[in-house]
């Protein structure tokens, strides 16, 4: 196959600043049942989510670069945060992608619920006090849409991050010390989503 026989995927149109949503949008085209739901989708009640149907339509064209403008005023509207600007000079700040992609997703699942099967990880929770030795863990079992990764100057690898975010420790109240104490949170992923 010679590169020219390839059919190129559309990009998106830097706007300034807005590499963080390129990236975000990108990654939501990639979910087949998002693009399905939004092709169904009649009702113009949530333009947002209107202007994210036409924007994947024009994407799905593959016609080249698409600028994502329609959308991008209506996210700013949706979320202010986006709307921010440097008050020296005027431009758009530039904004975090996991901020950018978390509320356009939150959105979609307003709008679509049954979408959020889709994101869902599945946790199993052991708390322990750290300040008694014989004080038994307790068990839960939490849900989630997302995995954290904490990194610092020691963080070398992604594995390393995912792996420290397993881990939290929080102060509250034991009963058998009549005081607030350390526990240790371990996280252990029982279930991961489709799309992670």
Known sequence: ?????????????????????????????????????LKSLENRDDQLIWNLKELFVKLSSRGGAVTPLNFLTSLRRAVPQFAEQDQQHGFYKQQDAEEAYSQILNRV????????????????????????????PVWNFEEGGKLNCHISGSTNFLQDGLKKSMKETLEKNNEQLGRNAIYEIDKTITKLPKYL
Do not use: H, R, W
Not at 12 to 25: A, F, I
Not at 110 to 135: G, H, L, S
């Open 1 to 37: 196959i010679k590169m020219g026989d390839l059919e190129s995927p559309s990009g998106l149109t830097n706007l300034g600043n807005t590499c963080y949503l390129n990236s975000s949008l990108q990654t939501l085209f990639t979910i087949d049942e998002l693009k399905n739901d």
């Open 109 to 136: 699942i307003a709008k679509f619920p049954d979408m959020e099967k889709y994101f869902k990880i599945e946790f199993k929770t052991e708390t322990k006090c750290k300040e008694v030795e014989n004080e038994e």
